[in-house]
């Protein structure tokens, strides 16, 4: 009997630019879901109802096949990989695009009152009848830069997430925020937001979105 080989997982630094018309595909969910990767969104630019392209830097993890068959998805898709870098081989480089300003300030004391105040607005959200999307902005800590947080949505709690809106600069100086469309059963909803709070990590729940797009 041969035994079998395991194959050592692969990880890739790549840079994406995103067209228009994908800003409201979960694109980067697909990576964790279908290909079993590991997605780390180490910067990102992208603004919500905008034609103008978004881009990621993204370090994805996983096995190498699998990795191969995600880029060949990407381009199918006609994403572009701006920058394609094996680690430890190629370093790659985040000067090529300039990085729009971010209005958002928030502190320690805001970040306290936001970390109680989403169970309230999650009942009020499941009385209006809504049990399966919710819209969020979630800050991503600079504490919290080399973590996949949001490919933990993914692959933890069985959800489909999808990046509508995105401000992290490359340089780990400040807090990140993404405007997230998550899709799921309640209790994988519940149990996702219950991940972030214990992260520590702010979240503003959008309500609106129990009316649907108007």
Not at 17 to 34: A, C, D, M, N, T
Not at 84 to 89: F, P, R, V, Y
Not at 157 to 174: C, E, F, H, M, R
Not at 175 to 202: A, C, H, M, V
Request: hydrophobic content about 35%.
């Amino acid at each position: 009997m041969s035994a079998t080989k395991s194959v050592e997982p692969a990880s890739v630094h790549s840079r994406i630019l995103v067209p228009g018309r994908y800003h409201r595909q979960p694109v980067i969910s697909r990576l964790v879901s279908r290909y079993d990767l590991t997605v780390n969104i180490k910067a990102a630019s992208l603004t919500l109802d905008s034609d103008s392209d978004g881009w990621f830097d993204l370090e994805l993890s996983g096995n190498p096949q699998k990795l191969t068959n995600s880029l060949s998805y990407l381009q199918g898709l006609g994403v572009d990989l701006v920058q394609l870098a094996i680690a430890n081989q190629i370093q790659a480089t985040h000067n090529s695009l300039s990085f729009p300003d971010s209005a958002y300030k928030l502190n320690p004391k805001d970040s306290a009152w936001l970390a109680a105040r989403w169970q309230e607005q999650f009942q009020q959200w499941i009385s209006l009848g809504q049990t399966n999307r919710l819209r969020l902005q979630l800050c991503i800590l600079k504490s919290y830069y080399e973590q996949p947080v949001i490919s933990k949505l993914v692959s933890r709690y069985g959800l489909t997430v999808n990046i509508t809106s995105a401000i992290l600069k490359p340089d780990s100086q400040d807090d990140g925020w993404f405007d997230l469309d998550l899709w799921g059963r309640t209790k994988q909803l519940y149990s996702s937001l219950s991940y972030l709070e214990k992260l520590g990590l702010p979240i503003w729940l959008d309500l609106s979105s129990v009316y649907g797009d108007r």
